[in-house]
């Protein structure tokens, strides 16, 4: 491999890295915050990147951002009163709700379940005329998904620094005293997955815009992929303020980007791509745990031997 084509490489991992580590933030605030299990990510992202693609194709590329955001929005609102009001379990109602949400999708698309977006103006087109003729010409993605990814960032610094924020991150933590707090924990977990959500259908916009389509299984498997971002971010930075363990999230997504880019490199079969994503989860989630618990293992393996 040249040293040009693992630039190439380094730069594809970053892009979409930083794209879909929007989502990886979402469930850093949904599952690790406020400690629910949303499943209804994979149809939230699919959701985002229709919506966006529609009001695009119409001829609004910045309102098309805002317009997916708003969409997630809805779709965490739905999820959450299911949960807080209807007494649905988080698991079956994320299930309830992806599920769902897949007939939305293809209705919001027309009743096509690809929308081309070759000849529309999106924000990604917007920069790329900005910069042309300079030397970031050719970053004009990177440079959409940095700004998006540092403004959420910065967003979730300062909301969980809040006093509604903190509120979400108790009702994570010990949901039985936010209540002797007199706060309401149906209303933190309304205001945690609807913010949540948004985050998710803003990846999915950003990723369909610079794709230039959009699939109704764009968005399948994305839970699988955030949560392994999650689990590798919490193993490099699993200490410190929010805003380290947003950087930590950021660079977890990354990291399995670049993992799943050199996979693909190295010509592996498509229908092989899940079992790497499992693989991945399977690695991030039994390291920490072997870290942890390795000197009890050793002490074990030390009284075996000494047994003999």
């Given at each position: 491999m040249s040293f040009a084509m693992a630039l190439t490489l380094v730069?594809?991992?970053?892009?979409?890295?930083?794209?879909?580590?929007?989502?990886?933030?979402?469930?850093?605030?949904?599952?690790?915050?406020?400690?629910?299990?949303?499943?209804?990510?994979?149809?939230c992202?699919?959701?985002?990147?229709?919506?966006?693609?529609?009001?695009?194709?119409?001829?609004?590329?910045?309102?098309?951002?805002?317009?997916?955001?708003?969409?997630?929005?809805?779709?965490?609102?739905?999820t959450a009163i299911l949960q807080t009001k209807m007494g649905v379990e988080s698991l079956l109602a994320g299930i309830i709700v992806n599920t769902a949400l897949y007939s939305v999708n293809i209705?919001?698309?027309?009743?096509?379940?690809?929308?081309?977006?070759?000849?529309?103006?999106?924000?990604?087109?917007?920069?790329?005329?900005?910069?042309?003729?300079?030397?970031?010409?050719?970053?004009?993605?990177?440079?959409?998904?940095?700004?998006?990814?540092?403004?959420?960032?910065?967003?979730l610094n300062f909301f969980l620094k809040t006093r509604l924020g903190l509120a979400i991150r108790a009702t994570g933590n010990n949901p039985d005293m936010v209540k002797s707090s007199s706060i309401n924990p149906a209303f933190t977990t309304i205001i945690g997955l609807c913010?949540?959500?948004?985050?998710?259908?803003?990846?999915?916009?950003?990723?369909?815009?610079?794709?230039?389509?959009?699939?109704?299984?764009?968005?399948?498997?994305?839970?699988?992929?955030?949560?392994?971002?999650?689990l590798i971010g919490g193993t490099v930075i699993n200490h410190g303020s929010i805003l380290k363990r947003a950087?930590?999230?950021?660079?977890?997504?990354?990291?399995?980007?670049?993992?799943?880019t050199i996979a693909l490199r190295f010509n592996m079969p498509a229908f092989m791509l899940k079992l790497?994503?499992?693989?991945?989860?399977?690695?991030?989630?039994?390291i920490p745990y072997l870290k942890n618990n390795w000197p009890t293992i050793q002490r074990r393996l030390n009284y075996k031997k000494g047994g003999r």
């Open positions: 730069q594809t991992a970053l892009e979409l890295g930083l794209i879909c580590s929007l989502t990886v933030l979402a469930l850093f605030l949904s599952y690790s915050m406020l400690n629910v299990c949303d499943l209804s990510t994979d149809g992202f699919t959701l985002g990147a229709a919506v966006g693609a529609v009001v695009a194709i119409s001829g609004h590329p910045i309102l098309s951002i805002v317009a997916a955001m708003c969409a997630g929005v809805l779709s965490g609102f739905i209705a919001i698309m027309g009743g096509s379940s690809l929308l081309n977006m070759n000849k529309t103006e999106t924000v990604f087109t917007m920069v790329k005329g900005l910069v042309a003729g300079t030397a970031l010409e050719s970053y004009f993605i990177l440079i959409v998904a940095l700004v998006a990814v540092a403004v959420i960032v910065i967003f913010v949540a959500n948004s985050f998710t259908a803003l990846s999915g916009a950003l990723l369909s815009q610079s794709q230039k389509s959009v699939d109704i299984n764009i968005g399948q498997g994305m839970v699988t992929i955030a949560l392994a971002s999650l950087i930590g999230v950021v660079l977890g997504s990354f990291i399995f980007r670049l993992v799943y790497v994503s499992s693989v991945i989860v399977i690695l991030a989630i039994f």
